[in-house]
């Protein structure tokens, strides 16, 4: 079992920066594969980012790739997901995943709780 616990998001203009967290108890995050999702008001939940068991490859769905980066420190038992270049279409909440094994498409066993980020234009 692991918790998640997501921070860092908030309102920000158009081409500003965030960066959340996804802080994890319970189990040391370097035995899961994690992931950033997002919902978007309306919409259905889409994979964001996602890093490896191993911790050395990452994937990024096509809409934020080059502008956002996912990183784990396994000291801190977290995660995090650096958005730069923020767009309004980024807004949405933001969800913290595990997944016990490293699969693709990713399977979360694990959910956090999200995370709100707001773009203004």
């Known amino acids: 079992q692991v918790q998640l616990v997501e921070s860092g998001g908030g309102l920000v203009q158009a081409g500003g920066s965030l960066r959340l967290s996804c802080a994890a108890s319970g189990r040391t995050i370097s035995a899961f594969a994690m992931a950033w999702f997002r919902r978007a008001p309306g919409k259905e939940r889409e994979f964001v980012a996602r890093?490896?068991?191993?911790?050395?490859?990452?994937y990024y769905s096509n809409s934020v790739k080059g502008r956002f980066t996912i990183s784990r420190d396994s000291a801190k038992n977290t995660v995090y997901l650096q958005m730069l270049s923020l767009k309004p279409e980024d807004t949405a909440v933001y969800y913290c995943?595990?997944?016990?094994?490293?699969?693709?498409?990713?399977?979360?066993?694990?959910w956090g709780q999200g995370t709100q980020v707001t773009v203004s234009s």
């Open positions: 890093i490896t068991l191993s911790g050395s490859g990452t």
């Open positions: 995943a595990a997944a016990i094994r490293d699969t693709y498409p990713f399977s979360a066993d694990y």
